[in-house]
Structure formats: structure tokens, C-alpha cells
């Protein structure tokens, strides 16, 4: 990825971040009033994973990727779940204000999530090997999933894992011994699961494609 397409990338996840702001704003009821305030705090959350991936993918010494990978890994779960806050949704004057708002967090969370896995992917294939690389993938996928149940359903967020690690490992154990006895959250799992791990394959599939080349011009 060259610095060009790096900085359009950026930028282009700045600007639906900065709309769905500005849509939020612009709510005939108090600025900042539900649902905008926890809509803008679940973006800001999204964007942690970011951060953290792009420090891993340009870090030099080996030694701070544990740490930096740990903590991409414990905040990446907030970007996929911008998809659940549309269960917030309702009918009402200022629906379509609102369906716009919840689309522009949603692509803006996916799309952050993505990326941010595509820059650890790299950095792993390129340093420990294709196998381990794509073996994080399937793990991030995995515990994604787990992660927006937890928040979703079990109303943790990623602070907890540092403020109450044993709570959350306890609830989220519970879960997982009977996924069958919370059939609601067990669907949402799987379903973020798949849409999540197809949206990286997409993206993975787009970042590969390169212009054929053009075939030699007959000399005249």
C-alpha cells in the first residue's frame, strides 16, 4: 500500500466518521442527546483497533508487537459491533436522518475493522509466515463474535477486560459451555461471524488485484 493510497484510506474513514458526527449534531433535539452520544463513543472505541494495528504493522522492534497486537486484539470487537446499534432504529420523523447515521458508523466500523486486520495480517505474513497469518485472522474472526455477544447481550466493553477481567471471563465462559440455551445471541455470533470474516476476504481479495500488464506493442 503506497503512502498515496494509505493517506485516501484514512481519510475516506475520517470523512463518514466526521458525517455520522455531523448528522448527530444536527438532531433537532439537544446536540449530543441519544442516540448520537453513544453512537460517536462506539466510533471513537472503533477507532482504538486502528491505531493499534497501524503501530504494529510500522513498528521495528519485535518486541513491542505482543503488547500492540494484545491490545488491537481487546478493542477490535468494537468495530463490528457499529452493525448491532442498528437494532436501535425506530420509526419516527427523523427515521431517515437516523438510518443514514447508523449506515455511516456501520461501513465506517466494518471498514475499520478490516483494515485494521489487513495491516496485522501483513505484518505476520511477513514476519512469522502465511500459516500463523492467516491462523490470527480465523482467531480475530472468532473472538470478534464472542466480543460483540459480550457487549451486546452481556453489556461489557473493552474496558472491562482491564477494570474486571474476572467477571467477563466468567459470564463469557458461561455463554460459551451452552450456546444453545441463548439461541438469540448464539445467531448474532455466527452472523457477525460470517459478514465480518467475508468483508476481510473481500478486502483481502480487492488489496491483491493488480492491472494486468500491457501486452508489448508490435514494433512497426
Known sequence: MTKVHALVLLGSLAATT???????????????????RFLIWNLFLAWIPMVFAVGFAMVRRRVWLVPLGLGWLAFLPNAPYLVTDLVHLGEGYELWRHVL??????WTGILLGVVSMLLVHR????????????????????LCAVGVVIGRFQRWNSWDLVTRPDAVVSAT?????APLSSVQS???????????????????????????????????
Open 101 to 106: 447515521q447508523y449506515g455511516f458508523a456501520a
Open 186 to 220: 448464539t445467531g448474532v455470533a455466527v452472523a457477525v461471524a460470517a459478514f465480518f470474516g467475508l468483508a476481510y476476504l473481500t478486502v483481502w481479495a480487492l488489496s491483491g488485484l493488480r492491472p494486468e500488464a500491457k501486452a508489448a506493442q508490435p514494433a512497426s
Open 18 to 36: 466526521a458525517l455520522t458526527v455531523a448528522l448527530g449534531t444536527k438532531d433537532p433535539a439537544a446536540p449530543l442527546s441519544y442516540p448520537s
Open 123 to 142: 505484518r505476520l505474513d511477513r514476519d512469522v509466515g502465511a500459516a500463523w497469518g492467516w491462523a490470527a485472522v480465523a482467531l480475530s474472526v472468532a
Open 173 to 177: 465462559f458461561d455463554w460459551v459451555r
